[in-house]
């Protein structure tokens, strides 16, 4: 299987604003994660908010630099192309962005956003068959002709997610990383988008990093999975072994707060324990305080987890947990 | 339990197009009612025309807050009421929050306004709001602008700031849809907490029937911007009447299988070829011609000629 754009060893530190009485402080927003996307395949990517999803998609695409590591496009590094080269790129690689009202021209019409993309990258087209595209695609998306004149406030946010969508997938990229695609959006526009991105897929043209907090939608559509937990991966491994049987704690507990319908809250796996911060990332295994088999575990095992950072092992389940699940 | 919502025969037109049709309902003091729909039925216009934040719109019928009528408020009056007893949380939060400005002072800015606090108790205030959503390390965080926060902060920032001036109502516009499980599960613990004490109305709206199976006691469903179905949450996904209803129901992805999902076939129908009878005959699978030839009225919780398991 061939890799068709990796990190390796990707680190992103941010400053933050610093406190009342203390200067600013760096945040370790991605630690040393390694990733990689499969040619034609997709990869979901979950992880509790504020885990570091966004910043590895952004890094992933070039759009974020690294403060140490780098990403390979094709076994070449982006941080060796020409500015040139990468604006050439940008064509195969796309994304969807987290927030579509941020991310599209308040007062252009949605049809002219979405040809953009053509109109830079394919020039060649004629108008005609721009607009022909243009048309295609909004309607794959659920959108009319009538939509496409509209101003992205005259829409509901769920149309303008759409737009978003159709946005990135014009040109036909290589690679679309898509950050919550979905999650503005009803179930049944879910699902036909979702279906969309199968096809997309299925035909093998299309590799997707699905970056998504929504478990059953990355249980549709993902062949594989990576848990993020303060920016490190805790836990990668194929979707239906990580969905039956999760290794990590953290993966157990994000598994098991799904609420569904007819599901009673009570039984529910609720954490317990301070909400993490990149800025105070727990010594040892990051999850330590809050994980529920550490607290069952005896002392010298403890002081384990407390001071060491547990690696990333195993393949194709690979886990960094000093005591996983199913052991 | 009384009214502290009542929203009575709502139509919002934009231009000649009408997104919201003789939508009515009504929040209970305390209560919680869930508002779903697929994409586009109007669940976001009926929630602003509520607060009066649409411009450019026609907008009939009645609203009554807390006895008053907010559609025939002066401006002025209706503001200070969206300031402190009626708030909402934005479906979009790069709408909502100010980019030029730190979290910190979009949330301390409406308790010193509104409710005459002192800046430092304001800030003080507003930092225990967000560690109560959920933010840890929030007096640092505080400090940030919105583009320093992931989509998960900025969310939960929000709801903070709809929260600060202990509202009577929140309307909350898909409020957790960049949440992950778990911190959704906390957040929604806070408002149940909330609502128990200071009995805060909560109108969710959600295409997230998990999210609202479990927090509403009341559910309306909008298609193409009629209320469709109606009634207790608990009965309207167990036993659903409206062909709709069990369409989106059916859609639901489950922690289960893989590969393609159930659709609703055909999309809603545009606002400007809106069909004179069934909104939804275009799409369902038992239409018949007398579905077509008129509008079907709301009858007693379903507005369906046919509703399934009969009755009508
Ligand atoms: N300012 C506007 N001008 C014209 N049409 C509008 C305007 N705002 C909304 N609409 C239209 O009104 C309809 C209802 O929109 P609304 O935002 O209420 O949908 P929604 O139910 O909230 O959907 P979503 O789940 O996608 O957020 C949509 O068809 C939308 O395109
Ligand atoms: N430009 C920035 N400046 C400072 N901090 C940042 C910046 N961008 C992101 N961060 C911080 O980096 C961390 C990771 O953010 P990221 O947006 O990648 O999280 P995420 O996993 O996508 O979360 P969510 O699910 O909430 O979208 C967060 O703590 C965030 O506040
Ligand atoms: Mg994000
Ligand atoms: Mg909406």
């Given at each position: 299987m061939k890799s068709l754009l990796r990190a390796e060893g990707v680190t992103v530190r941010f400053e933050a604003p610093g406190g009342a009485f203390d200067a600013r402080r760096t945040l370790?927003?991605?630690?040393e994660v390694s990733l990689s996307l499969t040619e034609g395949r997709t990869l979901g990517l979950v992880g509790e908010s504020g885990s570091g999803k966004s910043t590895l998609g952004r890094a992933l695409l070039g759009l974020q630099r690294p403060s140490a590591g780098r990403v390979l496009y094709r076994d070449e590094?982006?941080?060796?192309?020409?500015p040139e080269a990468l604006r050439r790129l940008r064509r195969e690689l796309q994304l969807v962005f987290q927030d579509p009202y941020a991310s599209?021209?308040?007062?252009?019409t949605v049809g002219a956003q979405v040809v953009e993309p053509l109109e830079v990258h394919?020039?060649?087209?004629?108008r005609a068959e721009r607009e022909a595209k243009v048309a295609q695609l909004l309607e794959r998306v659920?959108?009319?002709?009538?939509?496409?004149?509209?101003?992205?406030?005259?829409?509901s946010g769920g149309q303008r997610q759409r737009v978003v969508i159709a946005r990135a997938l014009i040109a036909e990229p290589k690679v679309v990383v898509a950050?919550?695609?979905?999650?503005?959006?009803?179930v049944s526009i879910q699902a036909q988008l979702l279906n969309l991105l199968l096809e997309l897929t299925s035909g093998g043209g299309l590799t997707l990093l699905l970056i998504s907090h929504d478990l059953k939608v990355v249980r549709r559509l993902c062949a594989e999975v990576a848990v993020l937990y303060l920016g490190r991966v805790v836990e990668q491994a194929p979707t239906p072994d990580l969905f039956a049987a999760p290794r990590h704690p953290y993966t157990h507990a994000l598994l098991s707060a799904v609420p569904r319908?007819?599901?009673?809250?009570?039984e529910r796996v609720v954490l317990q324990g301070e909400l993490p911060t990149p800025l105070d990332v727990p010594t040892g295994c990051a999850f330590h305080p809050r994980c529920p088999r550490y607290a069952a575990l005896g002392e010298p095992d403890r002081q384990r987890c407390r001071t060491q950072r547990p690696a990333l092992e195993g393949a194709p389940r690979a886990v960094a947990c000093h005591f996983p699940l199913g052991e | 339990m009384s009214a502290l919502l009542e929203v009575t025969g709502l139509t919002v037109r934009f231009g000649a197009l009408a997104?919201?049709?003789?939508v009515t309902f009504s929040v209970p003091e305390g209560g919680t009612v869930g508002l779903v729909g697929e994409s586009g039925s109007g669940k976001s216009v009926t929630a602003l025309a509520v607060m009066g934040l649409l411009d450019g719109a026609s907008v009939e019928g009645a609203v009554r807050f807390q006895g008053e009528a907010l559609l025939e408020l002066p401006p002025r009056r209706l503001q200070a009421l969206r300031g402190r007893s009626l708030a909402m949380v934005f479906q979009d939060p790069g709408a909502s929050l100010?980019?030029?400005?730190?979290v910190l002072t979009q949330l301390a800015e409406p308790l010193r306004l509104?409710?005459?606090?002192?800046k430092a108790d304001a800030e003080a205030r507003a930092v225990s709001l967000l560690e109560a959503v959920g933010v840890g390390d929030a007096a640092r965080r505080a400090?940030?602008?919105?583009?320093?926060?992931?989509g998960g902060l900025q969310q939960r920032a929000m709801i903070a700031m709809a929260l600060a001036c202990g509202p009577a109502l929140l309307i909350a516009d898909?409020?957790?849809?960049?949440?992950?499980v778990t911190v959704q599960a906390q957040v929604m613990a806070l408002l149940r907490q909330v609502q128990a004490e200071r009995r805060m109305g909560l109108l969710l709206i959600s295409h997230d029937l998990g999210l609202v199976a479990e927090s509403c006691a009341e559910l309306v469903v909008l298609y193409a911007g009629q209320v469709v179905e109606r009634g207790p949450t608990a009965e309207v996904l167990r036993a659903p009447r409206h062909p709709y209803t069990r369409g989106l129901l059916a859609s639901t992805p489950t922690l289960e299988g893989q590969g393609r999902l159930e659709e609703i076939p055909g999309a809603v129908p545009e606002l400007s070829a809106?069909?004179?009878?069934?909104?939804f005959a275009e799409r369902?699978?038992?239409?018949?011609a007398a579905c077509r030839a008129a509008p079907v009225p709301l009858d007693g919780g379903v507005r369906c000629l046919f509703p399934l398991g009969g009755g009508r």
């Open positions: 370790t927003a991605l630690d590094a982006l941080a060796s192309k020409s599209l021209h308040p007062r252009r394919r020039p060649e087209l004629s659920g959108l009319g002709p009538a939509h496409a004149a509209r101003l992205p406030r005259e829409l950050d919550e695609p979905v999650s503005a959006l009803d319908v007819g599901v009673p809250v009570k | 997104a919201v049709e003789d100010n980019p030029a400005q730190r509104h409710l005459r606090i002192p400090k940030a602008y919105p583009h320093e926060l992931s898909e409020p957790t849809t960049a949440l992950d809106m069909p004179k009878g069934c909104r369902c699978p038992q239409a018949q």
